[in-house]
Nanobody
Framework: QGQFVESGGGLVQPGGSLRLSCAAT??????MGWYRQAPGKQREWIAS???????FYADSVKGRFTISRDNANKMVYLQMNSLKPEDTAVYYC????????WGQGTQVTVSS
């Protein structure tokens, strides 16, 4: 199992942008993902990236979010643009599929 430390969240107005970072104890061969959990909802997968840098997105974020990774520094990023109030959630990174070892996440709040 890995360890993950997420950062970069905050309060942003609708239409704004944020860039999340995740420091992970990962091997470059693993598929990495970003997940989020909104209040009162189940945690959901939103994006993943494989070792060849092929990316996959949930329909809810496709075209607005971009996942990337830096294998040398064991970092995973999520660039979030055109944010909407429904993007408000705690964001987590993990392998994909995820292990049971979750970090504390980073809170993203989209509100005017």
């Amino acid at each position: 199992q890995g360890q993950f430390v997420e950062s970069g969240g905050g309060l942003v107005q609708p239409g704004g942008s944020l860039r999340l970072s995740c420091a992970a104890t990962m091997s470059p061969i693993f598929l990495m993902g970003w997940y989020r959990q909104a209040p009162g909802k189940q945690r959901e997968w939103i994006a993943s990236i494989n070792a060849r840098l092929t990316t996959f997105y949930a329909d809810s974020v496709k075209g607005r979010f971009t996942i990337s990774r830096d294998n040398a520094n064991k970092m995973v990023y999520l660039q979030m643009n055109s944010l909407k109030p429904e993007d408000t959630a705690v964001y987590y990174c993990n392998y994909h599929p995820p292990t049971n070892s979750w970090g504390q996440g980073t809170q993203v709040t989209v509100s005017s």
